[in-house]
C-alpha cells in the first residue's frame, strides 16, 4: 500500500512540475515590443520600442509609462538619437504627457527638444490599453509642439517651435 501511495505522490509531483514549468514558459515569453511613428514637418519616421529603456509602474487605473525609442536605420541615427515619451495613464485617458527628442546638429552636437501640456500643448489620447497580468499594451496619438532646452527640459524656449505628431502602440512589462 505505500508503495502505491508513494507512486500517486510522484505522479501529482511530476504534474505539479508540468504545471509549473509551462508558468514559467508562458511568463518567460512575455516580451516588450512596439513602435513609435513620429512625424516632424512632413517626414515620417518609424522607430522601434528600446525595451531595456521602457516600462510602467502602477496598477490598472493609475500607471506611470515610459517609451522609449530609438532609430535603427543609419540616415535616421545620424539626425536624432532617441525619443521618449511619458504620461499618467488613467482609467480615463493620459495626462501629464513629456516628449523629448534628442537631435543631432550640423557640427555634430546634440540638440534637446522638449514639450509638455503647459510647455508646448502636448497632448496624448490612448486609443487602446489592456493590462494581462503585468504586460501592459497601450497604443494611441500624440501631437504638440516641441522646444528646445539646455536644462533638460526644466525650461522650454519655444521661440523657434517644431511642431509634432505620431503614434505609437507598445507592449511593456513593469520596472524591473
Known amino acids: ?88 495613464l488613467l482609467r480615463t485617458g493620459a495626462t501629464t504627457p513629456e516628449l523629448s527628442l534628442l537631435r543631432r546638429r550640423d557640427d555634430a552636437g546634440f540638440e534637446r527638444w522638449y514639450g509638455r501640456s503647459e510647455s508646448g500643448g502636448l497632448t496624448v489620447v490612448i486609443t487602446e490599453r489592456s493590462l494581462n497580468d503585468t504586460e501592459l499594451t497601450v497604443s494611441g496619438s500624440f501631437t504638440g509642439t516641441l522646444g528646445r532646452s539646455d536644462n533638460f527640459g526644466q525650461t522650454i524656449d519655444l521661440s523657434e517651435p517644431m511642431p509634432v505628431s505620431g503614434r505609437f502602440e507598445v507592449t511593456l512589462l513593469p520596472i524591473r
Not at 518609424?46 to 490598472?60: I, R, V, Y
Request: with cysteine; glycine share 8%.
Open 1 to 88: 500500500m505505500a508503495v502505491l501511495s508513494g507512486l500517486g505522490f510522484a505522479r501529482a509531483l511530476q504534474k505539479l512540475c508540468l504545471g509549473a514549468s509551462l508558468l514559467a514558459a508562458t511568463v518567460a515569453t512575455a516580451t516588450e515590443s512596439g513602435y513609435v511613428t513620429l512625424t516632424l514637418g512632413n517626414e515620417q519616421f518609424e522607430l522601434p520600442l528600446n525595451a531595456a529603456h521602457s516600462d510602467w509602474t502602477g496598477s490598472p487605473g493609475f500607471a506611470k509609462v515610459s517609451i522609449l525609442s530609438r532609430p535603427t536605420e543609419v540616415a535616421t541615427w545620424e539626425r536624432f538619437q532617441s525619443l521618449r515619451l511619458a504620461f499618467d
